[in-house]
Structure formats: C-alpha cells, structure tokens
C-alpha cells in the first residue's frame, strides 16, 4: 500500500513564505516524478511543480521566481519552498507522484494541505 503523506500547509500573509513537504511510503521499485498540483475553490487541478529522478524540473508560469522544489531521494522525500506568496496561491495542494513498479508504472496522490494566503 503506497501512501503520500504532506505537511507543512497552513496561514500565511501576503509576501511571506512556506515550505511543503511530502514523503512516500510503502512497496515501489522507485519514485519517477515527485511534485506537487494546487486546486483553488472553483478551478480545476493544476501543476505547481514536479521534479523527475533525473532532476528535470517544471514550473508553472504563475509561480516560477517564487518557488523552489527539491528532492531527497534517499528519503524519498520532497519539499516545496513557496516565497513571496500571494493570495491567489491559496488553494489545497496535493502532492503527486509517479511510482514504478518494475513492470508498470501508477500514479499517486497524497490527501491535500491547504495554503491559505491573506493578503
């Protein structure tokens, strides 16, 4: 059984910072892509950022210059650093990963954080 586990969510104003972490659990072969995906009241899913075992790196336009993920592979850990944040960042995130299992790969999603932002 794989499990997503998030912390780190929470109040913040408007220009301060926060830091995301997620951490998988369970039986996998290794973690493909590790992230995070932000779903604001009303809208649909969206990518924040993903980083892949080979360290490729996207981020969404709306955050990029304000947030930074990282990995630990050893842990099987990542973290998401937000600064500067704004109102509209507020939004549930959800961590994200694609695992393989050797013969296939399945994709997983942690139970959501929310980001709150005051502005």
């Known amino acids: 059984q794989v499990q997503l586990v998030e912390s780190g969510g929470g109040l913040v104003q408007a220009g301060g910072s926060l830091r995301l972490s997620c951490a998988a659990s369970?039986?996998?072969?290794?973690?493909?892509?590790m992230g995070w995906y932000r779903e604001a009241a009303g809208k649909q899913r969206e990518l924040v950022a993903t980083?892949?075992?080979?360290?490729?790196?996207t981020y969404a336009d709306s955050v990029k210059g304000r947030v930074t993920i990282s990995r630990d592979i050893n842990k099987d850990t990542a973290s998401l650093q937000m600064n500067s944040l704004k109102a509209e960042d507020t939004a549930v995130y959800y961590c994200?990963?694609?695992?393989?299992?050797?013969?296939?790969?399945?994709?997983?999603w942690g139970q959501g954080t929310q980001v709150t932002v005051s502005s």
């Open positions: 994200y990963a694609r695992l393989d299992h050797e013969v296939y790969y399945e994709d997983y």
């Open positions: 369970g039986t996998f072969l290794a973690i493909l892509t």
């Open positions: 980083i892949t075992h080979s360290n490729r790196i």
